[in-house]
């Protein structure tokens, strides 16, 4: 239960802060479907790394699992902007 959790609140505080950096005045995307799928990028090798590289016996194997759903939710969310 607690992949699901931190899958959401990963996506949900990763698009927050995507919308308070556009606020504020840091960053305005051009297009904010290629910037959600560059975000899910980042998670990607996020998970490629917590799968591969960091591989030690108390770190458990559910960050990468977490990592690629919230790699896939960020694609998905990005197919509703064009």
């Known amino acids: 239960m607690y ?3 931190w899958s959401v609140i990963l996506v949900l505080s990763s698009l927050a802060l995507m919308w308070l950096s556009v606020v504020i005045g840091w960053y305005q995307p051009s297009s904010w479907q290629y910037s959600i ?3 899910g990028g980042v998670y990607f090798f996020l998970a490629i790394a917590a ?3 960091i591989t ?3 770190y458990p194997k559910d960050w990468a699992f977490i990592f690629l759903s919230v790699t896939i939710t960020l694609f998905g969310i ?3 902007f064009h």
């Open 3 to 5: 992949v699901i959790r």
């Open 37 to 39: 799928r560059v975000l």
């Open 51 to 53: 799968s591969g590289v």
């Open 56 to 58: 030690h016996q108390s």
């Open 78 to 80: 990005s197919l509703f």
